[in-house]
């Protein structure tokens, strides 16, 4: 008999008594060190909860799949069953065989704490360690700075299985270690700081982009092994680029395999469909009021900071958490325990996640998708907001992407749109966000997305992305933006990259590529990015002529930049602009210089102020403002 066909050893048990007080009382943090499976000398040590289970066993390659032969055994009342069966090795698959007695209910489950998992349809899990020697260690010692709120953040969000394909190789995805060289020379040649990765965690259905995801400490095996990611992110960070990675703890599938009805009852969602299952994604929601539930989901949140050295999560579909009464009608949902409509259990949760990630790694930022005015997202908890860093401004996406659809004509009559958004600026820390969700599904591609014929598409573009860049807000920008792709996003495709070929595509590129070097470089643009004192109006009422002229400013009173916008395709001459100061101003950028694909019209690279009171101010500009295009000018007072 081979040392795999050994009896179960229930002797060699990781957890410690205090580990599973903590763990029921919802108070663990770093589950991946105790569940799930590890190789101790001689075979592996599993664990699994599953507290209404009357039998659970592994099963796997290594018996046969026999459910029979490695039993594990209940570890007092804390729900969890482990055991050690020797033989057991790196690359051996496995599942747990769940029976509930009551039910008479038997399922083979993957294992919810794997560190790696079969590719996709299969679903085993496999035995798998984490070593990796990392080579970042001059970024983890920056990286404080990096993220600062102080500091430049141009992300650049990708979704790595359509980034780039190999088309005479059956249109295959590349792997973890074929993209990274190519993925770091773009994002350098781009100048983005950051990079976003739609989901990574393993999920059975690659059409969810990876928001389904069952593998809450397993990376999508689809493009190689854990230690190919850590590759790759180590790849990213040796040349100065951040990683964030999307994290979904608001919703996971319903496939058989997965979290749902765990253990033959609802474990980890709720048994009360009204609270329980979304109806826009047909997926189960946690019950964050689970004590283990929440020691879960805070551990695959640690984890992921821990193992794979990410700068950042983005947690997806916040307001879906956050409202009981969210996508439902009358009737549909359960208030809360005051009558209210807020998710009490959510709200906690969401609270103590944040502080948890701040506390080990206050290096690092976390990042809401919240769609609505929900108060002090990115505020301390202490002050009775949710925690997070920074927060998606959803509504500043969604005017300014309408304003930019409609012909110029008519833009006057919509020019709060643009406004609007100062209005409540700087209630959260935004992020200016032109993402993957506003290039599918019929929305179209952001190019395909402006009005005019083709050469306005593009001068609208540009003006589009230099007022981004210009206005408060870290900025973040999906894959295909930056090549004026005419496609919309396409999961089972690539980028179209030879569209870079045409001049009108690769300037675009260039004028993405200066406006990250001048954002990264110009502290007056992103140093008060969240923070009032960084931004102030000069003239938000030009609605008959659709320009928008502003301020950016630095901590350094002498460091300023003048923004001004035309969102029309007419040439604007002897537009005066009011100024705080005399002196020299040196033009930075112009989004139509005939290097970025456009028309040329032009000023004088330095301009001197007139002591001409305009717009409240002491002095004045009179600028050229070239048709459909954004300008900075820089103070030169030093």
């Known amino acids: 008999m081979s040392d795999k066909n050994q009896p179960v050893l229930y002797d060699r048990s990781l957890l410690t008594e205090d580990d599973l007080y903590l763990f029921n009382e919802g108070a663990h943090f770093q589950l991946h060190d105790k569940l799930g499976t590890h190789r101790i000398e001689g075979g592996t040590q599993f664990a699994v909860w599953a507290p209404n289970a009357s039998r659970v066993s592994v099963v796997g390659g290594f018996n046969g799949w026999d459910a029979t032969r490695h039993p594990l055994r209940p570890r007092g009342s804390s729900g969890i069953w482990e055991g050690f069966i020797p033989g057991v090795a790196q690359g051996d698959m496995y599942k747990y065989h769940i029976s509930s007695g009551r039910r008479k209910h038997a399922v083979e489950k993957t294992d919810p704490y794997a560190f790696h998992c079969e590719t996709p349809p299969r679903t085993a899990s496999i035995v798998w360690d984490l070593d990796y020697e990392w080579g970042d260690n001059q970024w983890m010692g920056t990286r404080a700075q990096r993220n600062s709120l102080e500091a430049p953040m ?24 074929e993209i990274a060289p190519l993925l770091v020379e773009h994002v350098q040649k781009c100048g983005f700081t950051h990079v976003e990765f739609l989901p990574l965690t393993e999920h059975p259905f690659f059409g969810s982009w ?49 979290l749902g009805y765990f253990d033959g009852t609802h474990l980890y969602e709720h048994a009360d469909m009204r609270q329980g299952f979304h109806p826009d994604w047909s997926s189960y929601i946690f019950n964050y009021g689970r004590n283990e539930v929440r020691s879960f989901l805070i551990s695959s949140a640690v984890f992921w900071l821990d193992k794979y050295h990410i700068d950042g999560l983005r947690v997806d579909a916040v307001a879906s958490m956050l409202y009981l009464d969210y996508s439902r009608k009358k009737g549909e949902w359960i208030p809360n325990r005051e009558g209210g409509r807020e998710n009490l259990d959510a709200i906690a949760f969401l609270r103590k996640l944040n502080t948890e990630v701040y506390s080990r790694h206050p290096d690092v930022q976390t990042f ?37 659809g409609r012909e110029s004509i008519h833009r006057k009559y919509h020019h709060r749109r643009l406004t609007f958004r100062m209005l409540y600026g700087f209630s959260e820390n935004f992020v200016l966000p032109l993402s993957h969700d506003e290039v599918v599904h019929g929305k179209a591609s952001l ?45 089972d495709g690539s980028l179209e990259w030879h569209l870079l070929q045409y001049e009108r595509h690769s300037g675009l590129q260039e004028w993405v590529r200066a406006l990250n070097q001048t954002y990264r470089t110009v502290t007056a643009l992103h140093e008060l990015d969240c923070h009032p004192a960084g931004f102030e109006w000069i003239d938000a009422d030009d ?49 139509d210089d005939v290097q970025f694909g456009g028309s040329g019209v032009s000023n004088p690279e330095v301009l001197k102020s007139a002591k001409t009171p305009f717009h409240g101010r002491p002095y004045s500009l009179r600028l050229t403002l070239p048709p459909l295009a954004t300008v900075y000018l820089r103070s030169t007072e030093r």
Request: glycine residues 12%; charged residues 20%.
């Open 368 to 404: 809401a998708e919240e769609s609505t005015a929900w108060p002090m997202v990115s505020r301390p908890t202490y002050l009775g907001g949710l925690g997070f860093g920074l927060k998606w401004d959803m509504g500043w996406m969604h005017d300014t992407l309408d304003y930019m």
């Open 154 to 177: 141009a992300i650049y969000e990708v979704h790595l299985g359509s980034w780039r394909r190999e088309p005479e190789d059956n249109n295959r995805s590349l792997s973890y270690r």
């Open 210 to 258: 990876g928001y389904q995801t069952t593998g809450y400490f397993a990376p999508t095996s689809r493009y190689g092994t854990p230690q190919d990611l850590m590759f790759l992110i180590d790849s990213l960070h040796q040349n100065g680029i951040g990683v964030i990675l999307d994290w979904v703890p608001s919703h996971f599938p319903t496939d058989e395999h997965g």
């Open 447 to 491: 190019v395909g997305k402006m009005s005019g014929d083709d050469w306005q598409k593009f001068a609208n573009l540009r003006a589009l992305y230099g007022y981004m860049y210009g206005t408060s807000g870290k900025k973040l920008l999906f894959m295909g933006g930056e090549l004026g792709q005419w496609s919309e996003w396409n999961h």
């Open 543 to 591: 609605v008959e002529q659709s320009v928008l002229t502003f301020l950016r400013k630095g901590k350094d009173a002498r460091d300023m930049v003048v923004v001004a916008c035309n969102f029309t395709p007419v040439v604007r001459h002897d537009y005066l602009v009011g100024v705080p100061r005399g002196g020299e101003w040196t033009v930075v950028l112009s989004s």
